[in-house]
């Protein structure tokens, strides 16, 4: 089982709203991605964990917060976002971090109005 | 710096026939990985195929298989008997021990009945 899920698959937020987005796999993986994509472009990595511990931040704004429960859970929590936040949001798992292949989840397509 | 290029905006292809998608590199490492990705207009990013740059005979999965020239620092897809279903875009990404992907900007397939 290659799957990796992810909810909710729309969300459409206003700017004072505290909204979280929600990943789960089940394929014992110990490295959990979060990817922000807008339209035409390629995805742009946000945060990595590494065996449950934040391993990267790529200088993402403090209105996002990564939170990993446990080794099959990832969240990203949302708060006072701007409506150029507005794009499709990746999720992905991989054995390890590294040069291994990443699967991916089908997103969450956030609207910020 | 690592950098991924991917120099055809959009390609078409007609359907039964076999494209190639063009994909260079550049890292000064000796140990990584090289990914390719499909996604459909519904968002999911699918993994397709990867290379390791220490593997001597090049990948295939089915109908994909990827063109590893190492000197060349070239990673090209080539999708053999094009079905309408391989219309998306199509990502090539490098990773390497200890760091995150590194994407490119896309390739746009269009199969033409």
């Known amino acids: 089982d290659t799957e990796v899920t992810q909810t909710p698959k729309h969300l459409v937020m206003g700017m004072t709203n505290k909204k979280s987005l929600k990943c789960e796999q089940h394929?014992?993986?110990?490295?959990m991605y979060w990817y922000k994509q807008k339209a035409k472009k390629p995805p742009e990595l946000m945060f990595v964990?590494?065996?449950?511990?934040?391993?990267i931040n790529e200088s993402v704004p403090s209105r996002f917060s990564p939170e990993c429960p446990n080794s099959s859970l990832l969240n990203l929590h949302l708060h006072a976002l701007q409506p150029e936040d507005s794009a499709l949001y990746l999720c992905?798992?991989?054995?390890?971090?590294?040069?291994?292949?990443?699967?991916f989840g089908p997103g969450t397509r956030l609207t910020v109005t | 710096a690592q950098k991924i290029t991917q120099t055809q905006p959009g390609m078409f292809v007609q359907e039964k026939e076999a494209v190639t998608l063009d994909c260079t590199y550049d890292?000064?490492?000796?140990?990584?990985?090289l990914f390719w990705y499909k996604q459909p207009s519904s968002g999911e990013m699918i993994f397709l195929i990867y290379?390791?740059?220490?593997?001597?005979q090049n990948a295939t999965e089915g109908r994909y298989s990827l063109n590893f020239q190492k000197a060349r620092k070239s990673a090209n897809l080539v999708i053999s008997a094009s079905q309408l279903g391989d219309s998306a875009m199509y990502f090539c990404?490098?990773?390497?021990?200890?760091?995150?992907?590194?994407f490119g900007t896309g390739t746009s397939l269009t199969v033409i009945p």
């Open positions: 290379q390791g740059s220490y593997d001597e």
């Open positions: 394929m014992g993986h110990r490295a």
């Open positions: 992905a798992s991989s054995p390890r971090q590294g040069a291994y292949e990443q699967y």
């Open positions: 964990y590494s065996y449950e511990k934040l391993s």
């Open positions: 990404a490098m990773s390497h021990t200890g760091n995150q992907f590194y």
């Open positions: 890292t000064s490492d000796q140990s990584y990985g």
